[in-house]
Structures are given as C-alpha cells and as structure tokens.
Nanobody, 123 residues
Framework: VQLQASGGGLVQAGGSLRLSCAASGRTFSRYAMGWFRQAPGKEREFVAAISWSGSSTFYADSVKGRFTISRDSTKNTLYLQMNNVKPEDTAVYYC?????????????????WGQGTQVTVSS
C-alpha cells in the first residue's frame, strides 16, 4: 500500500481544514488506518484511528470532539476533518495503514506511512 497525504496548509485558530490520504492498492478496504502528527522537537503522536470497515473510530483526548476521521473505500481515501483548530495542533500530519481487525494507536503497529502534510495554525 502506498499512501499520499494532502490538504495541509496555514489556518487561523478556530478554523477548519480537511486532510486527505489517497491509498494505492486493491486491498485498501482491509486495512485499519490512522492519523499521527509530529511537532518540531517532539515525538510522533497518535491523533485518530479507524477500523478497516469504518464502523469504529478512536481519538486522542487532545482532539476528541474537534477532529473526525473517516474513510471512503470507493475512493481509496482516508480523511481527517479538523474543526476548531488550535495553535497546538501545528505539526506534520501523517497517515498510516496496518493490516488488522483492531484499532491501533501505536506507531509500530502500522506497516505503511504517507509522506506527511504540514498543518500550521496561527493564533
């Protein structure tokens, strides 16, 4: 599976942004997916995860209620809708895929990674 993240940019605090992650390969629908982010000088951290069926999701406490993860298997695309963004959301955002029946929150559980897209939130 090859992943291509896009949609990042500069947004004001309180605004919205939608990230996309296009996946190649015919078995996209069998992969659990996730979003992670990494700010300068910090470790990569979990943001959100979605099951292969799309029926289950899980969020980091820091984004719960503001971000929504979703997937469209007909388009082989993963999304992250970011609402009410804050300056602390500034980071490079990565999408990831792993062959699993379960939601995954740790980086080592994922097998494939996109190249990252920069999100900058101004105050």
């Amino acid at each position: 599976v090859q992943l291509q993240a896009s949609g990042g940019g500069l947004v004001q605090a309180g605004g919205s942004l939608r990230l996309s992650c296009a996946a190649s390969g015919r078995t996209f629908s069998r992969y659990a997916m996730g979003w992670f982010r990494q700010a300068p000088g910090k470790e990569r951290e979990f943001v959100a995860a979605i099951s292969w069926s799309g029926s289950s999701t899980f969020y980091a406490d820091s984004v719960k209620g503001r971000f929504t993860i979703s997937r469209d298997s007909t388009k082989n695309t993963l999304y992250l809708q970011m609402n009410n963004v804050k300056p602390e959301d500034t980071a490079v955002y990565y999408c990831a895929a792993g062959y699993s029946d379960y939601l995954m929150v740790r980086t080592y559980e994922y097998d494939y990674w996109g190249q990252g897209t920069q999100v900058t939130v101004s105050s």
